[in-house]
């Protein structure tokens, strides 16, 4: 129990008859980044409401650090920093008395909250503009800003609701950065998250959930290797072929997609594939540009989990 | 001394409302709704109701403080919540180590203060141009800052319907702050209101800040000093209490 940081116990959630979330249970170790995927209203944000002591579980209990966030919520809270999926900053106020009013809230004395907040603003590349209103701010800087109203504290649990949503990549590049650095300061991350490239490369864990159900609990790579069977050749020719029939009638390729100027076979046997490629190739005077083998992506297993609630692992 | 963990907890609390009262300060103090409806519209209303009248002092005065206490106070609150939720920053803020009723104490500051500063100005404006004295100091200290809590509960309260739009709560804060002024003595005084009128005079919380005001100033009351106190704290707590329960009940449909 000592090593966990976020324990679900049977959690659930109704609204009205409609059930959100349906008795989930999973534990968090300390210093772990877990992602939460699921599908639009799978539960995701409502698990994240009950985590962070926003809503009132019906059911089932969860703690932080040990904490029970029901009866003890003030101060499971003030162990946690929290970026929700939909939130801003005061934009009456400028970055600086943003990181201000967040560390008062949290009891962070003032010499600490003053140093912290220079820190936070150096990291996130806004201390230039510390005490302008925060109104003319992009939405990148807006959501840097965020993120660092959550870290004024120090907190040993951050919660990020979709925390690079519809942002540019340089901001979400920052965002992954900082990520990987808290979990290297051994802070715990619980993060939703839509890209799935995102969890694949960041998460040591992720949980799917489906319509209120954890479907599957487990390293990115131990979910892929459930699916061992769709693996994949991806080519590129450098005078695109005209006609793809070939490639469809080689015997050993389920399945044909073309994406952009690449191929994807689908097989269940890449080396027969590749040696067949090969000989074509030579044949027709083809060069390729790029040869890749693929395993089964973590989109892969969620499309797989999330299309049958039901598939047992 | 130690400290014992309740009045630890509880002052804990107080800090945390005190700082979401200087936050909502420095945001909506200027903000234009509460300049509206807490500034202009009781000097509109009171000017449309003095002018070209030969009204006393006596009534006058009195009248334009307590209105004033009423329509400050009670201005902040509606606009906070429903601002929070539009401008995306209410979930953060209940994501704090901060409880419901302490986030609600915070709101009700912002408006007791702004309340109790702005009701200053009539006050003044009644000593300069009528030579209003004040009898009761004390008494007026203590009704200023009761009013106004319990005007700024009330406004708290209005602030509670799981809407994001301030117009529509600032809409529901003028229907139910208009009617009370023409039952609470404010154009009339409660002696001169037909038997009906002082029937429902009570059910106003403005009756006792004005009757108390008017007491303050002139030494003369409808209603004993006491009844006028006791009136406005069980206004205070009831409308703090069902604030709570409303915004707690409205906080989930708002999240949704």
């Known amino acids: 129990m000592k090593d966990k940081a976020i324990t679900a116990r049977s959690l659930t959630k109704f609204y009205g008859d409609l059930l959100a979330v349906d ?27 009950m985590l962070t002591g926003l809503l009132q579980p019906d059911e089932g ?89 959550s870290l004024v504290h120090r907190p040993s649990i951050l ?44 998460c040591d864990r992720v949980a799917i959930i489906n319509q209120g159900k954890i479907v599957a609990t487990d390293t990115p790579e131990k979910l892929k290797s459930t699916i061992q069977k769709t693996q994949s050749v ?61 395993g089964p992506s973590l989109e892969d297993v969620f499309v797989k989990f999330t299309q049958n609630a039901e598939v047992p692992l | ?46 000017l449309a109701f003095a002018l070209g009248r030969e009204i006393p002092a006596q009534v006058l005065v009195p009248g334009l403080v307590a209105m004033t206490l009423f329509f400050t106070s009670s201005s902040v609150g509606p606009l906070i919540t429903p601002w929070e939720r539009n401008a995306r920053t209410y979930e953060r803020l209940l994501t704090t180590p901060l409880s419901l009723p302490s986030l609600l104490l915070g709101d009700i500051l912002a408006g007791l203060v702004f309340g109790i500063t702005i009701s200053v100005v009539p006050l003044f404006l009644g000593f300069i141009f009528f030579r209003t004295g004040i009898v009761h100091p004390l008494v007026l200290a203590v009704d200023m800052f009761l009013g106004s809590l319990c005007f700024a509960c009330l406004g708290v309260l209005l602030s509670s319907p799981a809407t994001e739009a301030p117009s529509q709560v600032m809409m529901l804060s003028a229907l139910v702050r208009f009617p009370l002024i023409f039952i609470s003595g404010i154009f009339i005084p409660l002696g001169e209101l037909p038997v009906w009128g002082r029937v429902i005079a009570p059910i106003s919380p403005l009756t006792y800040a004005a009757d108390l005001v008017k007491y ?12 006028n106190f006791a009136g406005l704290a069980l206004f205070s707590l009831g409308f703090f209490i069902i604030a709570v329960k409303l915004h707690k009940r409205s906080l989930v449909k708002g999240l949704l």
């Open chain 2, 1 to 46: 001394m130690t400290k014992t963990p309740h009045f630890s907890a509880w002052l804990s609390s107080l800090r945390s409302s005190l700082i979401i009262a200087e936050k909502n300060a420095r945001i909506y103090y200027a903000k234009p709704p509460v300049l509206i409806f807490g500034v202009l519209f009781p000097l509109f209303l009171f």
């Open chain 1, 61 to 149: 209990e969860a703690t932080i650090l040990g904490i029970d966030i029901v009866h003890s919520s003030i101060m499971a809270k003030r162990l946690m920093g929290v970026v929700p999926e939909v939130c801003n900053v005061y934009v009456d106020l400028s970055a600086w008395n943003n990181l201000m009013l967040m560390g008062k809230l949290y009891s962070v004395p003032a010499r600490e909250r003053k140093k912290r907040s220079k820190e936070l603003l150096e990291k996130f590349g806004l201390s230039e503009r510390k005490d302008e209103k925060t109104r003319r701010f992009s939405r990148g800087m807006k959501q840097r800003l965020i993120l660092a109203m």
């Open chain 1, 23 to 49: 008795h989930i249970d999973f534990s968090i170790q300390k210093g772990e980044i877990f992602g939460f995927l699921g599908p639009n209203g799978a539960g995701k944000t409502t698990t994240i409401r």
């Open chain 2, 216 to 227: 303050s100033l002139y030494g003369r009351s409808f209603y004993p000093p006491p009844l």
């Open chain 1, 159 to 202: 919660f990020l609701d979709e925390p690079t949503s519809g942002l540019d990549v340089q901001s979400s590049r920052m965002i992954r950065q900082i990520i990987a650095e808290l979990k290297r300061e051994g802070c715990t991350v619980f993060l939703t998250t839509h890209n799935i490239q995102e969890a694949n490369l960041m």
């Open chain 1, 234 to 294: 991806e080519v590129v020719f450098d005078n695109p072929p005209s006609r793809t029939d070939w490639l469809k009638n080689i015997p050993e390729v389920d399945e044909l997609q073309q994406l952009g100027d690449k191929f994807r076979l689908y097989t269940s046997d890449t080396d027969v594939v590749i040696h067949r490629l090969a000989e074509y190739s030579k044949k027709n005077n083809l060069h390729f540009v790029s040869l890749n083998t693929l």
